[in-house]
């Protein structure tokens, strides 16, 4: 299979990127790579690197899409970016997925307009795979931040999808869904979630949990949460602000004091791990469910480690036929608006 790279989205392009997806090749011998950008650029990067040159195709795209651009009309006025070249390649089917760390608007706005939807899904959501309070369980996120403004049959197809991808990405086997709200009563939330909920109940390959509050995201006890874009994304950065607020204060307060710098010594290891299983750059990216191929978002600030991840993570969502079992689910249950 061959995966798409953006080699040049992201804040540590192409050195980071190119470097993290082709370190990918080692760990998974089924893909080849072709990486959209530069052409003199990213085979000067390459030609530090020790790899399969016969597996990675340079595909010239000499300019970039950067965040402070409208993202519609950055993606109509540049066909020759590294992100439009791409989506123009995969909308071909000449490549089976694609992977970027660039702009996320023109990314969202790209997938839809030059990819296209799947049948039935009026707007795609992003998928982050987050780590939980218990050892090895993950928990999906969705919308984290493609639909401010949502319907309530909007989160149901959420839903549906994430059930889905959590059979491939989690493997779980009857996806535990809960609903983002302000408390965990039935009747909490606002009108959205007061017309969501009913009709997630009625879901019957989903098992749903009710609502859930914030706090509980990462409790381990659902394998699926939906929300609009707005309040998903709020409580993914708010989780990333606190863990990163966390990690600095007990550093801060462990040099403090002779006493502490001894019991930081001692428990450098475990700090190690834990730190370890709560960084995104282990954990791919956020995969845009409900266009009609795999795209997945890495973070801006990726580093090698995290596209790595996140070309393995588009992988494995190809050879689980990830679209197409969204297709099949969302026929089975007819969400159609």
Do not use: W
Request: glycine residues 10%; contains cysteine; charged residues 25%.
């Amino acid at each position: 299979m061959k995966i798409l790279v953006d080699a040049f989205g992201g804040d540590n392009a192409p050195e980071e990127i190119v470097k993290g997806a082709v370190s990918a090749l080692a760990e998974n011998k089924e893909i080849t790579l072709g990486l959209t950008g530069d052409k003199e650029k990213t085979e000067r990067v390459l030609s530090a690197l020790s790899y399969d040159k016969t597996r990675v195709e340079v595909i010239d795209a000499p300019s970039v899409i950067t965040c402070e651009e409208e993202p519609t009309l950055a993606i109509r006025k540049k066909p020759d970016s590294s992100m439009v070249v791409a989506f123009s390649l995969l909308k071909e089917d000449k490549a089976d997925a694609l992977v970027s760390a660039g702009s996320s608007g023109a990314l969202l706005v790209g997938s839809t307009l030059k990819v296209g939807r799947i049948r039935g899904v009026n707007r795609p959501a992003l998928c982050p795979v987050l780590p939980t309070l218990k050892a090895g369980k993950k928990v999906l996120l969705l919308d984290a931040g493609a639909n401010a403004d949502c319907k309530a049959i909007n989160l149901v197809q959420f839903a549906v999808m994430g059930g889905v991808y959590a059979k491939v990405a989690l493997g779980v086997k009857k996806a535990r869904v809960a609903l983002l709200s302000n408390g965990t009563e039935d009747k909490k939330g606002n009108q959205l979630n007061h017309e969501a909920f009913p009709q997630l109940k009625e879901l019957k390959n989903v098992e749903f949990a009710g609502n859930i509050e914030a706090r509980d995201i990462m409790s381990g006890d659902f394998d699926v949460v939906v929300a609009d874009g707005f309040s998903g994304n709020v409580a993914l950065k708010s989780m990333e602000g606190t863990i990163s607020a966390l990690f600095k204060l007990l550093k801060a307060e462990f040099l403090s004091t002779v006493r502490g710098k001894l019991g930081a010594l001692f428990l450098k290891k475990s700090f190690r791990k834990l730190k370890g299983s709560l960084d995104y750059n282990n954990y791919g990216g956020a995969m845009f469910l409900g266009v009609d191929k795999i795209v997945v978002k890495a973070h801006g600030s990726a580093k090698s480690e995290s596209i790595k991840n996140a070309v393995l993570q588009a992988a494995e969502a190809v050879k689980a036929g990830t679209v197409e079992s969204i297709k099949k689910e969302l026929l089975v249950t007819g969400l159609e608006e």
